[in-house]
């Protein structure tokens, strides 16, 4: 009854327009009318126009764009790296927009850095070099080795842990920088072609751990400056800039397969494009094979279901009852309707299925009351006579 696991293919599309993400979510990086310009006078170069951006804790947002399109430029602005000069800028909660030189420091604390040149000690060794970045975040000494020595293992360093910067390849270099930049798990990564110097095998387990970070207790965000293709799987959205301003700001096509699934369900229909974008920010998709059994009924279900694709065969005491296809929905949150799942649902052939959880759909209803009751109809209709509880 458990799926295949999360769906990995996901692929860059246009929707020429902004991501809207769910109000009340936690946004670590909130750009407003953002302008950038290098010189003065008759030598002055705006780089950056009237930039929007939001980004939200535990994202892996890709920047791509042309040569001078102004992405370093912005990064290094979200870093704290340069100062502001027009429009707003909050990162990490923390208002840059007229932030001094002590402010900035104090908030590149919390972020870890990824640049092409590896800026190592040369006098210290790989271990030494991502040891000093744990002061940033003291523990006992044991510990803060171990976690040193942890992530160089896990970028295949683990037998050159001693070794000096010279005695390092140009890739091996870099993931000694990866490592210090990881050790912290901090609160924003922020990376600027993190793996052009590195292999495919070296570049997998980089953005395997990236995305980690963001699925995991940190929930760290991660921003990429990046044209590798390999990352898009591992990405929620990429934003493109042209000529200094942001011109897309795209979901996965995983998300977008998910909210065309949610515009064809029965009580969602309707509903606008951003607002579906928001309930599919909540939902995963699982792999199924024909003759899985995916619920039963009676049981205490937990998670409702989505065709994506594939059909599937719903049975009610035994007997066949109707067919599942594209956008319809079952399954059951019995701990909020107080009712068990009132069909078994089996696989007739191979599916793509998404899926929204008791966590995620109880977070959905408390980040955004104007599909509330959509949802709450819409799982009642699973179970006629299900009469939701009270408002957690």
């Known amino acids: 009854m458990e799926g295949r696991g999360m769906t990995s293919a996901m692929l860059t599309t246009?929707?020429?327009?902004?991501?809207?993400?769910?109000?009340?979510?936690?946004?670590?990086?909130r750009a407003v009318g953002v302008n950038y310009a290098y010189g003065a006078g008759e030598t002055r170069t705006q780089v950056l126009f009237d930039n929007h951006l939001e980004i939200s804790r535990g994202e892996v947002v890709i920047m791509?764009?042309?040569?001078?399109?102004g992405k370093s430029t912005l990064l290094t602005l979200i870093g704290a790296l340069r100062s502001m000069q027009e429009g707003y800028l909050e990162v990490l909660h923390k208002n840059l927009s007229k932030a001094g030189e002590g402010a900035r420091v104090d908030i590149r604390k919390e972020i870890g850095f990824i640049f092409q040149q590896h800026n190592l000690f040369s006098s210290l060794s790989a271990l030494e070099n991502v040891r000093m970045a744990t002061a940033l975040k003291p523990a006992s000494v044991d510990e803060m080795t171990?976690?040193?020595?942890?992530?160089?293992?896990?970028?295949?360093?683990?037998?050159?842990?001693?070794?000096?910067?010279?005695?390092?390849?140009?890739?091996q270099k870099q993931r000694v920088a990866i490592a210090r930049a990881l050790v912290n798990a901090p609160s924003l990564i922020l990376a600027d072609e993190p793996t052009a110097s590195l292999d495919a095998n070296s570049s997998q387990v980089v953005l395997d751990l990236l995305r980690e970070l963001a699925d995991g207790p940190s929930r760290t965000t991660v921003l990429l400056v990046t044209?590798?293709?390999?990352?898009?799987?591992?990405?929620?959205?990429?934003?493109?800039?042209?000529?200094?301003?942001?011109?897309?700001?795209?979901?996965?096509?995983?998300?977008?397969?998910?909210v065309r699934a949610l515009a064809a369900t029965e009580g969602l229909v309707g509903l606008g494009e951003a607002t579906l974008s928001r309930l599919a920010n909540y939902m995963t998709v699982e792999d199924f094979s024909a003759g899985d059994e995916i619920v039963r009924q009676g049981d205490e279900g937990d998670r409702f279901y989505i065709v994506g694709s594939g059909v599937a065969d719903a049975y009610k005491d035994g007997q066949f009852d109707e067919e599942k296809c594209f956008g319809e929905s079952f399954g059951m949150?019995?701990?909020?309707?107080?009712?068990?799942?009132?069909?078994?649902?089996?696989?007739?052939?191979?599916?793509?299925?998404?899926?929204?959880?008791?966590?995620?759909?109880l977070r959905a209803l408390a980040d955004d009351q104007s599909f509330e009751g959509r949802i709450r109809s819409l799982l009642a209709g699973a179970a006629p006579g299900a009469q939701p509880a009270a408002t957690p």
């Open 333 to 361: 949150i019995s701990s909020y309707f107080k009712i068990p799942i009132p069909e078994t649902v089996k696989a007739r052939t191979d599916m793509e299925v998404y899926v929204l959880d008791k966590d995620d759909f």
């Open 64 to 69: 791509t764009g042309p040569s001078g399109s």
């Open 227 to 258: 044209h590798d293709q390999r990352v898009i799987d591992k990405a929620d959205r990429i934003v493109n800039m042209v000529g200094g301003k942001i011109v897309t700001n795209s979901l996965t096509k995983v998300a977008v397969r998910i």
């Open 14 to 29: 246009t929707l020429n327009r902004a991501v809207n993400k769910p109000a009340g979510a936690d946004v670590v990086i």
């Open 146 to 171: 171990g976690r040193c020595v942890d992530m160089l293992t896990r970028l295949g360093l683990g037998e050159r842990i001693h070794h000096l910067p010279s005695e390092l390849s140009g890739g």
